[in-house]
């Protein structure tokens, strides 16, 4: 009997382990951008491995974390809205006005 308990403790334990090995490698690729996610399959990868595969490995993580919802937006594929064009006519019309000059009484 103290050897059933102490098998199936070393199973929950292992599986306890399992679970918190995994929690903590989804903790690391959580919150990446698609670009980090890009470098970080090609480093897991050998070098035997061709350029060609290593590119539909990490086409198919990305997609697989975009699905999940895990994945971040990169900075350099969020191009905000600045309203430059706007700005710029605005100083563009400015340029042509004669500035308001006061006198002195």
């Known amino acids: 009997m103290k050897k059933k308990l102490i098998g ?5 334990g292992a599986v306890a382990a399992a679970a918190k090995l995994v929690a903590s ?14 470098q970080k399959v090609e480093e897991l990868l050998p070098g035997r491995v061709s350029e060609q595969k290593r ?7 990305v997609s697989t974390m975009r699905e999940a ?8 594929e969020q191009v905000p809205d600045t309203g430059s064009e706007a700005d710029s006519d605005a100083v563009q019309d400015d340029a042509g006005k004669p500035e308001a000059t006061t006198t002195d009484s």
Do not use: S
């Open 8 to 12: 199936f403790a070393l199973i929950v």
């Open 25 to 38: 490698k989804k903790a690391q690729w959580k919150g990446l951008g698609e670009t980090e996610v890009r």
């Open 55 to 61: 590119v539909a490995v990490a086409d198919r993580v």
């Open 69 to 76: 919802g895990v994945l971040e937006e990169d900075p350099t």
